[in-house]
Structure formats: C-alpha cells, structure tokens
C-alpha cells in the first residue's frame, strides 16, 4: 500500500504545468477503436486510469506504442470485442468502450462497471441510448451483451445531461446509418475535445458542447495526430492547494476557460486570480472567506471540484455551506477532515462547514480519487505531519502530484507501505 507522509505548514510558490485531462483522455483513447487506421494522441496523462485502458485495448488486440505522453494506437487488427470483466470493475469509464466497439464491430459484451465509492454510478441511460440505436441489449449473469445487423440514427433525448452516457453515443453513432441528435447532451469541455478528435479523422459532430449535438454518420476514418485537452480538474486542484494553505503559484499549459466557475469560487474567498490565454495566476489571501457552492452540470461547478473545495473551506473565517449535487455519496472524505480538527455537520446532500483556525495532523485513508486529493491539501494546511493512506486511488487520476507539489515548495513525500 502507499502513502503520502506531509509535513504541513509550507506556503506553495512557483510555476507548475498540470498534464493532459483524464477524462478527455479515456473516451478520446477509445476513438481508436473506431479507426481502422494510426491514431497519434499527445499530452496522455500517465495515470492508472489510462494504463489500465490501454491494456485493455491491447488485450482486445489493438497494438499500442507509448513515448512518454506520446501514444499511437492501431486497431487495425482487433479482434476481440468483449471487454474482460476484471478489468471492466477496475474502471468505470472502461462503459465508453463499449460505444465505441459497438460503432465498428456491431457487437459488444461488457460487464457492468461497478459502482465506485462516490455512488452507484448506474448505466441505464448508456443503455437505453443503444437501444433507441437499434442494439439489441441482453443481460447474462452480470455480462450485457450487445449487437445489431447496423445502427440507426435517431433523436435521442436524455433524462440528465450525463458526461458517459453523451460520450457513448457519439461514439456509437460515428458510423450510423443516417444522423443521430442528442438533445440534452452534457456540455462539458472533455464532450468538445472528443468531438474535435473525432473531427480530426473525418467524423461529422456538430454542436459538442452545448446541449444539442448532431453526428452525421460516415462509411470510413482516415488517421490523425492529435493533443487532448489539459486537465481542468487538476488545475482547480493545485490552484486550490495554494488557496488553502497560502502561497502564490502560476499553472501553465492549461484553459481559465473550462473552470470559470471555480475561479469565481476563489475569488469570492478572497484570492487574487489573474488570467493569461493558457496561464492562471492565484494568489492567497491571508484568511479565506467562507463560501457557498453549489455542484451542477457543466458550466455549474464542478462536482470533481467539490472535495477539494471542502478541504480548503475548513480554515475559512466563517461557515461554508457545500451542496452535491450530481453524486449520492461523495462527502466520505468529511469524516477524516473532522478526525483532523474540521468542524462539518453533514446534512442530507449538503456539508456545513464552520471554519477553524488550525487542522492537526493525523494518519487518514483516502477513500476516491478526489476525496484523496482533499486530505493531501488538508494535509499540507495542518499543523505536524498527516499520513494519506490508499493513495493508489489518487494515482488514478494525477499524475505526478507529490512531486509537482514538491516543486512549488510543499514537504510531501511517496512512501510504500508492506
Ligand atoms: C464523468 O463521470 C467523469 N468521469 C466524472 O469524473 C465526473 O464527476 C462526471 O462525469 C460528472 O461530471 C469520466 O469522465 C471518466 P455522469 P460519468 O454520467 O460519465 C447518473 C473524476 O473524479 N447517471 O455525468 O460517470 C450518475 O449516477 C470522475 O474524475 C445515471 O443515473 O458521470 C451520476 O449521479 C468522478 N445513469 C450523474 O448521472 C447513467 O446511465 C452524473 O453521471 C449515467 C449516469
């Protein structure tokens, strides 16, 4: 098992670059599947995340060459299209796979992705969209099987803008017989930059983005080289770092544009923010003031934003108030900011957030992704030194974070546990 071992305390200066995003790069990999030809992607983030789907790829029969960010992905051969149930449960985002084996092969057996510790994470609007495609759906023990003789366009409308399910089907539907319309569709930044990849090698999407997206179906992709998007959620994450425990830092090689909300958010408590065309700059205040936040679809704020946000809000001169509301369960890392000295009182979807004046350092278990990121930054405005354990759900989805955070000035250091 690993840990972080931080010593708190450090105010954080410097630059720092964030990598590519995460959830950009796990449906664009899967564009892969639909191109007969080379797909290039650059600025990959080397997480568990994506490792975990380029194997799956490779077991499915694509063949994969990685130079650093650099992946090349030919699928050319493939010759499988039922992904393996063990790794499916290691990642629920491995469903838009099964969109995109679907969109070329007519078929696909998957499991269904297991829940993950921020909720049930259910799929039936990813299914009921196949459906409406034309696909057969048939559910065997835990295994969903799905064919069709060739999908259809259709309008689809969906229920809640979800990001997985509105990247299903335009992945379904590059190949459609005819157009499919999605109504409703998520706007996130990461729905842009997979229609814009699959622009690149000759797919018809219009409208990614906003909440009316059309894909023109087409017979044949041509190869492409492409650089996805940077991560905004890592972004949000190491300004908040500095928010939180002081200190003045520049991220580079990111979009101000794709977390508006969450500069806003520092803002009002008190940071002094400055924006350049791929740059932002924050600046701490000496005391945070309390805010409200409220998780919505894009363009609200951010859900994956929300426990980084309740970890900095626990020193803020007042009471915060933070309502989720995309996840059921997404607060679990609330009860080790209170073992840490936080003052929260859970109610219903929201947490109550009293601020304090110090956090103590203490031994904590990260329990998700973002969660884990929440006591590495509780961590680093505590007094002593805090023990983040289970920190492999944090190298799910950042890349190198200790050491960036060494490089602005924190004391944190990677330690395995036998
Ligand atoms: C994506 O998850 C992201 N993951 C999540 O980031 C992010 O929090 C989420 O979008 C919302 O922005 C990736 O892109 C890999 P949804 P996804 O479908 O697609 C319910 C992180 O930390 N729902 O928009 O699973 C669902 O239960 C991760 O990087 C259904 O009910 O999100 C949830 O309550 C966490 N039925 C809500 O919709 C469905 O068929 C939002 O889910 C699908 C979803």
């Not at 510790?117 to 034309?134: S, T």
């Not at 205040?285 to 980084?308: A, C, R, S, W």
């Amino acid at each position: 098992m690993l840990s972080y071992i931080i010593k708190g305390g450090n105010k954080l200066y410097g630059k720092v670059k964030v990598s590519g995003s995460k959830n950009a790069a796990l449906p664009i990999i899967a564009t892969s599947i639909l191109n007969e030809e080379p797909v290039t992607l650059y600025n990959i983030p080397d997480i568990e995340d994506t490792k975990i789907t380029l194997d799956i790829l490779k077991i499915l029969g694509c063949k994969i060459t990685r130079n650093h960010d650099k992946i090349t992905i030919c699928s050319k051969d493939m010759n499988k299209t039922a992904i393996p149930k063990e790794l499916m449960h290691k990642l629920r985002s491995t469903v838009v796979l099964a969109g995109a084996i679907i969109g070329r092969f007519k078929e696909a057996t998957f499991s269904y992705p297991g829940g993950c510790n921020i909720g049930a994470r259910p799929i039936d609007l990813h299914l009921d969209a196949f459906q409406k495609l034309g696909i057969t759906i048939d559910e065997k023990e835990d295994y969903i099987h799905c064919r069709c003789k060739e999908i259809i366009g259709k309008r689809i409308k969906l229920k809640f803008p979800s990001v997985g399910a509105t990247e299903n089907i335009i992945l379904a539907s590059v190949y459609a017989k005819g157009a499919t319309h999605i109504t409703n569709a998520a706007k996130e930044p990461e729905i842009k930059d997979l229609a814009k990849c699959l622009n690149s090698m000759g797919a018809k999407i219009y409208g990614a983005g906003t909440s009316e997206i059309t894909i023109f179906g087409v017979k044949k992709l041509h190869k492409t080289e492409y650089k996805i998007m940077s991560d905004r959620i890592e972004t949000g994450t190491m300004l908040g770092a500095v928010a939180g425990v002081g200190g003045k830092i520049t991220v580079e090689n990111t979009n101000p544009e794709n977390l508006l909300t969450v500069l806003y958010s520092f803002k009002e408590m008190g940071c002094k923010i400055t924006i350049n065309r791929d740059k932002i700059t924050l600046k701490a205040p000496n005391e945070l003031k309390p805010v409200n936040i409220e998780t919505q679809p894009y363009p609200g704020f951010p859900t994956d934003m929300q426990p980084i946000m309740g970890a900095i809000l626990t020193k803020a001169d007042g009471k915060s108030v933070i309502t989720e509301n995309i996840f059921e369960n997404r607060f679990k890392y609330a009860e080790e900011l209170i073992r840490m000295g936080a003052n929260i009182i859970q109610n219903d979807k929201s947490l109550e957030i009293e601020g304090v004046n110090t956090l103590t350092g203490k031994d904590v278990m990260s329990k998700d992704l973002r969660g884990g990121a929440a006591l590495v930054i509780a961590g680093l405005m505590s007094e002593g030194i805090t023990k983040v354990e289970n920190i492999e759900y944090i190298l799910r989805g950042y890349e190198n974070i200790d050491k960036k955070l060494k490089s602005l000035g924190a004391n944190i250091k990677k330690e395995k546990v036998v």
